[in-house]
């Protein structure tokens, strides 16, 4: 089986895009949002809007068709007209008619939000590889299929058919691969780290080896000569794309796996360290402990005391998302 290294990781994450509401706007108007604390995603499905982020970057125009992910680290403005005084759009937000907040006069614009919903580690894990903002334009060719989703996305919500909720999360899903797609295929800079690695034609080779196969003792020669390279070359070019060295991101996506199968799992220590490479427990437990600070069999307890029920998490488009997450779990 063929390894696919960025389904692998955001499955890893438990990356999950969540549809909480939107919004039907008219005429000249501007909401301000806080900052969401979480990796949010915007569609913009009829007119167009300024979006302004609080990091001093210009405004950006979305217009029909326009997503923008937001790496949830900055308060913004979303407005028809940025002369317009921002009003509040938790306020706005407080009276909805079947998840859609309707704001100033008209419908000019209608809108569409939520969230990604992470597992343990996944925001920072994620949020550290994006910009503050991904915005893919509905005139690139790449964006052809993200239309198609919006389309659907539109059609499920407005239609309350038996199975809207999770159709619209599972075409929600598939948006947020697309937009990730479409920013790896950039030409744009991309942040240092696993996203732009995985969108790195000469490396890709290597990290599919890793990921196919993370208990295998790999040696920098090997991995070298799959990208048909030098073994300094290929470190080289390894390090300035993902951050890190090869052999260490080896290490890192082992430890990722780890910390899984202990938070879920019930393999033995022994055996979790056999299956990763390691050939004696105390071997692993040594990696993992200086991975995440402490010994496998403690991260386990500690995990488990940790778990609890799923929380319920409210966007500012104010539907709660317990629901959709727990249909969605159950769907995959």
């Known amino acids: 089986m063929i390894s696919d290294p960025l389904s692998e990781m955001l499955n890893l994450l438990d990356a999950r895009c969540l549809v909480s509401g939107g919004l039907i706007a008219g005429g000249a108007w501007a909401l301000r949002f806080p900052q969401p604390n979480r990796i949010k995603i915007s569609a913009v499905a009829k007119g167009r809007c300024w979006l302004c982020l609080d990091n001093g970057s210009e405004p950006i125009l979305l217009e029909a068709g326009d997503v923008a992910l937001l790496n949830g680290r900055h308060s913004f403005v979303l407005a028809s007209d940025l002369a317009v005084t921002p009003t509040d759009a938790v306020g706005a937000f407080k009276e909805k008619v079947d ?3 309707h704001h100033g006069v008209g419908e000019d ?13 996944g925001m920072e894990l994620l949020s550290d590889v994006l910009p503050p903002i991904i915005h ?8 052809g299929v993200l239309r198609w989703l919006l389309d659907q996305l539109v ?10 909720l999770l159709a619209s999360t599972q075409l929600a899903q598939l948006m947020f691969v697309q937009v ?4 790896i295929m950039s030409s744009a800079p991309l942040t240092v780290g696993w996203l732009r690695a995985f969108g790195d034609d000469r490396i890709a080779p290597a990290l599919r080896l890793m990921h196919g196969d993370p208990g295998r003792s790999w040696q ?4 070298a000569k799959s990208a048909g390279m030098s073994r300094t070359s290929f470190a080289l070019r390894f390090k300035t794309v993902a951050g890190v060295a090869p052999l260490t991101y080896l290490i890192g996506w082992r430890m990722r796996l780890a910390e899984r199968e202990l938070r879920e799992g019930s393999m033995p220590v022994s055996a979790l360290a056999l299956s990763l490479g390691y050939t004696s427990e105390s071997a692993f437990s040594n990696a993992f402990k200086r991975m995440t600070g402490m010994p496998p069999k403690r991260y386990r307890v500690a995990m488990a005391r940790e778990a609890g029920p799923i929380e319920e998490v409210v966007d500012v488009e104010g539907q709660a998302m317990t629901t959709h997450y727990r249909l969605l779990k159950a769907a995959s």
Do not use: S
């Open 180 to 183: 990730l797609r479409a920013h």
């Open 99 to 101: 998840g859609m907040a």
């Open 155 to 164: 059609r499920e919500m407005a239609a309350k058919r038996p199975g809207a």
């Open 109 to 121: 614009f209608h809108y569409l939000g939520g969230h990604i919903a992470l597992g343990p580690q």
């Open 136 to 143: 893919v334009r509905a005139a690139l060719a790449e964006a």
């Open 220 to 223: 920098l020669g090997e991995l």
